[in-house]
């Protein structure tokens, strides 16, 4: 997955990159493979649950507990974005790091392991914030997962000027205001603290595969361009 990036205190956006179509055509027979079970799941998601990936509503704590989810460095998209928090989110040990919508994150247990950091979490959903807390205790990291709304201010007085990292990762897609809920979590920085936000690549062959697969699932992101992201 190639991933368009908006950075605040560092900056953060890489080259685009374009795959010809003729260069992966097993994609689209993938894509066509995952139709039916990605239609299942979106009659099946309803209210917050819609929010969730389908990879979150398939975990049990238990599980995660045992076989833990890190990053996979075999991954290209996987290595593209630590990579992206090596060159542009300045982590250190001690460092207090924020994920926002973080859901059964892998990278709050990676980051942790990478660069020391001290992590939390925010996510709305109760059972996402669960995995998230059973993936972090089976990587053998400390943490906190707040299960609240990150973009209410008024719930959120206890994590203002905290943090020295902010990040979300494929989250702003899913808001008509993405301006305004930047900052909203830009008033968790410290003084001189970073807000790193990535949303996904939807043009061209990406989109295309993201049509086959579930219309209604593209139909729920902002398809972002060099002048939306300006």
């Known amino acids: 997955r190639?991933?368009?990036?908006?950075?605040?205190?560092?900056?953060?956006?890489?080259?685009?990159?374009?795959?010809?179509?003729?260069?992966?055509?097993?994609?689209?027979?993938?894509?066509?493979?995952?139709?039916?079970?990605?239609?299942?799941?979106?009659?099946?998601?309803?209210?917050?649950?819609?929010?969730?990936?389908?990879?979150?509503?398939?975990d049990k704590p238990e599980d995660l507990l045992l076989r833990p989810r890190l990053p996979n460095g075999r991954r290209v998209s996987d290595r593209r974005l630590l990579a992206l928090f090596r060159r542009?989110?300045?982590?250190?040990?001690?460092?207090?790091?924020?994920?926002i919508g973080c859901g059964r994150s892998r990278w709050l247990p990676c980051l942790a392991l990478s660069f020391g950091c001290r992590m939390s979490g925010v996510e709305?959903?109760?059972?996402?914030?669960?995995?998230?807390?059973?993936?972090?205790?089976?990587?053998?990291?400390?943490?906190?997962?707040?299960?609240?709304?990150?973009?209410?201010?008024?719930?959120?007085?206890?994590?203002?000027?905290?943090?020295?990292?902010?990040?979300?990762?494929?989250l702003m897609e899913h808001f008509s205001d993405p301006a305004q809920r930047l900052a909203v979590l830009s008033r968790y920085l410290k003084p001189g603290g970073r807000l790193l936000t990535t949303v996904p690549n939807l043009h061209g062959v990406n989109g295309m595969l993201q049509r086959l697969a579930s219309l209604h699932r593209l139909n729920m992101h902002r398809v972002y361009d060099k002048r939306r992201l300006a």
């Open 88 to 99: 542009c989110a300045g982590l250190g040990r001690g460092m207090r790091v924020l994920e």
């Open 124 to 170: 709305v959903d109760s059972y996402a914030a669960e995995l998230a807390r059973a993936n972090l205790a089976g990587a053998g990291v400390s943490g906190e997962i707040l299960c609240r709304d990150a973009f209410d201010i008024s719930a959120n007085r206890d994590l203002e000027y905290r943090y020295d990292l902010v990040y979300s990762l494929g």
């Open 2 to 58: 190639f991933w368009t990036v908006i950075g605040f205190g560092a900056a953060c956006r890489p080259a685009p990159v374009r795959i010809p179509l003729r260069s992966c055509p097993a994609g689209v027979q993938r894509a066509e493979r995952m139709a039916t079970e990605r239609r299942d799941m979106d009659r099946r998601a309803s209210g917050a649950a819609a929010w969730i990936a389908p990879g979150h509503r398939s």
